[in-house]
């Protein structure tokens, strides 16, 4: 079992910034990726940005020169940065862990989510 801890969300001007973090508790799974999802309201949640042990990311185009994902592997810990914020990045973002055992099957596991709200 793993669990995703989040902090960070909260209410800034637009053009302000945030950090969150993510902390996943676990001593038995390796963690393959981590990453964030965010879903506004009367819409899918959709990918924000991802990063795979191996230093790879992905990010969605609204988010491209904003936002900065990492990963402290020491603390199991996913951080994204989000400079330059805009009204549309208001939504409750959510972490993502996909991990695995060796050889053994990914699981994925999602944190409760935590609310981004950017005024205008």
């Known amino acids: 079992q793993v669990q995703l801890v989040e902090s960070g969300g909260g209410l800034v001007q637009a053009g302000g910034s945030l950090r969150l973090s993510c902390a996943a508790s676990?001593?038995?799974?390796?963690?393959?990726?981590m990453g964030w999802y965010r879903q506004a309201p009367g819409k899918q949640r959709e990918l924000v940005a991802t990063?795979?042990?191996?230093?790879?990311?992905n990010y969605a185009d609204s988010v491209k020169g904003r936002f900065t994902i990492s990963i402290d592997n020491a603390k199991n810990t996913v951080y994204l940065q989000m400079n330059g914020l805009k009204p549309e990045d208001t939504a409750v973002y959510y972490c993502?862990?996909?991990?695995?055992?060796?050889?053994?099957?990914?699981?994925?596991?999602w944190g409760q989510g935590t609310q981004v709200t950017v005024s205008s």
């Open positions: 993502k862990a996909l991990v695995s055992r060796p050889a053994g099957p990914v699981y994925q596991y």
């Open positions: 990063e795979t042990n191996g230093g790879g990311t």
């Open positions: 676990s001593t038995i799974f390796n963690i393959n990726a």
